[in-house]
């Protein structure tokens, strides 16, 4: 088998696997699942971000002991 001749097969090998991702993607079996994985983006998160007072006290405290401490890489 020449090199020409095993390009080719390994050229037909990949457009059938083309094919078949394209077909795969393009069913309808698989309609619904890329339908709700679209709308992602615009679904609304169940919880809204809040200012966490207590987390940004203990975040500066930690900082503040590092620096007690000597650590210069804050």
């Known amino acids: 088998m020449d090199t020409g001749t095993f390009r080719g097969l390994i050229t037909l090998i990949l457009i059938i696997a083309f094919i078949g991702i394209a077909l795969w993607a393009y069913s309808k079996r698989r309609k619904p699942d890329f339908d709700e994985a679209a709308n992602l983006p615009f679904a609304d998160d169940d919880e809204q971000p809040t200012s966490d007072k ?21």
């Open 54 to 74: 207590r987390a940004l006290r203990e975040r500066d405290s930690e900082a503040d002991s590092r620096k007690d401490r000597g650590d210069k890489k804050l």
